[in-house]
Each structure stands twice: as structure tokens, then as C-alpha cells.
């Protein structure tokens, strides 16, 4: 086993960086999946907003919400971007508008035709150069492939060699339909380095929040549910429990002392990325 020290992207959303043993290895590109009412948009836009507070520019795609509706769900969780876009360091991609409106004629970054993908990264492109990005959150990536479910691995594939070539580290948000199991699209779960499932299950009349980190390239990683909690200050994983549910009931424990030790002393020493280092940048034929 090679004994090269990864380099981690923190998300500083409580709890998940110990689930993820020190936090997002460098230029992963991670899938959050989950259905309607789990958090996923919350967890792309702390993780961007965290990374704003710590110095880390980052660019944020808007193609299912309204520019304004997305500046507002940020305000609405107390996190105030309008000063790191004054300053360069955040950048919202317009994917939603196609340029219509007065609003959208304000935009710095407009892709004037949502449907093309390759139009997009070549804004996303520019706006990551121009701001120096280190982060990035596409929201949602599964309205991409909405109507062309074949082409979802492609996609993702596509968007992942530019981004990661680009020195950045990404959330994509995938969208699956209430109950479904899988992760919102054909192939992606095997295109994409990690994925984080979040989901909302109801069990005699009450509804439970979860988070399970199903796979994450180059880093450990817990192997259990946890609980979630969507305050209003954000999300936070109570990362030192797992939930289970059994045919008599829903059970939360707590974690071996062991195991706790190990993800404190894993985010203690974890190396943490400052500023994006671009590895090689992919050219689309």
C-alpha cells in the first residue's frame, strides 16, 4: 500500500470530515445523492460557503434554481456570499435562465443554453481560472441527463476530466426519486471518485435524517449510517453515532471508543489544500 500522504479538501460541516477520516481527498469529484427533502442542495452550498470563510474561492452551478432563488437559499442559512463575490473569490454559474430576464442580463457567468453541456464547461472553465477556484458544486448534475438517461456516465465523465484537471474538488448533486435506491443516473456511481448518500426514511409515523459515505477514493471511510440533523445553521452528522433500523424499532448507538479516536486524530492530522494545483486540463475533442 502506498504510503503518500492525500491531500484533503475540509468541508468544516460538522461531523463529516471524521465520517470521511479527515475530509475530501484533493480534486474527487463526489456524487451526494438522495431524494426530495434530504439536504443535498444544503450540503453543496456549506461546503462551497466553508471554504469561502477558510480563503478558498469556489464556483457554484445553478441549473435547476434561479440565480436569485440560489443567492437567497444561501442567505437563508446565514451565509452572506455577496461579499466573496464583490471580492472575486465566489462565482455562480447561470445554467437555469439561458440569459432571459432582467436578473439574468446582471450575471457575470451565463450559459445561454442550458441544454449544452460543452457550453457549460466552457463557462465553468472560465469562471474557475478567473477566480482561482478550489471548489466547486454543480446542482443539480442529474438535469444534465434528465431526458437522456444514456448519456449520464458520459456526462459525468466529461465534467469530471475538466474540473479535476483544473486543480478543483467538486460536489455534484444527483437527484433520485422518493424510496429509489440508486444514485440518479446509469454508470455514474462508477464515473464519480466518492459518493454520499443522504436520505429521509419514515418509521412508525416519524421521519429519520441519515448520511452514509458509500465509497470515497484514496481516504478510509466510515462504513456506517449516521445520523443527520438539518439545522439552521446547516447541516451536522452526529459522526460519533450510527442509526440502524430493525423490524422492532429504529436504534442509534453510539460508536467504539476506538473508532472515535481514530476519525478525531484523522482530521487532526489530515494535510489540508489551500489553493488548486492544476494537474493537466482536458480538452474536449
Not at 456549506?46 to 474561492?57: C, D, I, M
Not at 445561454?112 to 464547461?121: G, L
Request: proline content about 4%; aromatic content about 8%; hydrophobic content about 40%.
Amino acid at each position: 500500500m502506498s504510503s503518500e500522504v492525500v491531500r484533503r479538501v475540509r468541508t468544516r460541516i460538522p461531523g463529516l470530515d471524521e465520517i470521511l477520516y479527515g475530509g475530501i481527498p484533493e480534486r474527487n469529484i463526489v456524487l451526494v445523492s438522495g431524494g426530495p427533502g434530504t439536504g443535498k442542495s444544503i450540503l453543496g452550498m456549506q461546503f462551497l460557503y466553508n471554504g469561502l470563510v477558510e480563503g478558498e474561492p469556489g464556483v457554484f452551478v445553478a441549473l435547476e434554481e434561479h440565480p436569485a432563488a440560489v443567492r437567497r437559499s444561501f442567505k437563508h442559512f446565514g451565509w452572506d456570499i455577496t461579499k466573496y463575490e464583490e471580492e472575486g473569490k465566489f462565482a455562480l454559474v447561470d445554467a437555469f435562465t439561458g440569459g432571459i430576464g432582467r436578473y439574468a442580463e446582471r450575471e457575470k457567468y451565463v450559459v445561454k443554453n442550458p441544454d449544452d453541456v460543452r457550453e457549460m464547461i466552457d463557462v465553468l472553465r472560465q469562471a474557475i481560472k478567473e477566480i482561482d477556484a478550489v471548489r466547486v458544486v454543480i446542482d443539480s448534475v442529474s438535469t444534465l441527463y434528465l431526458t437522456k438517461p444514456a448519456v449520464a456516465r458520459s456526462v459525468v465523465m466529461l465534467l469530471k476530466r475538466v474540473i479535476a484537471g483544473l486543480g478543483c474538488t467538486a460536489i455534484f448533486v444527483s437527484q433520485v426519486s422518493a424510496g429509489e435506491r440508486g444514485f440518479g443516473g446509469p454508470g455514474v456511481e462508477h464515473a464519480v471518485d466518492g459518493i454520499i448518500r443522504l436520505d429521509l426514511d419514515e418509521y412508525d409515523g416519524k421521519l429519520y435524517r441519515s448520511i452514509i459515505v458509500w465509497k470515497m477514493r484514496a481516504t478510509k471511510h466510515s462504513m456506517l449510517r449516521h445520523p443527520l440533523e438539518i439545522t439552521d445553521k446547516g447541516l451536522v452528522v452526529h459522526w460519533d453515532k450510527y442509526i440502524k433500523f430493525t423490524r422492532s424499532g429504529v436504534l442509534v448507538e453510539k460508536l467504539p471508543e476506538d473508532e472515535i479516536r481514530a476519525m478525531k486524530k484523522a482530521v487532526e492530522e489530515a494535510p489540508v489544500v489551500r489553493k488548486r494545483v492544476v494537474v493537466e486540463e482536458e480538452e474536449e475533442e
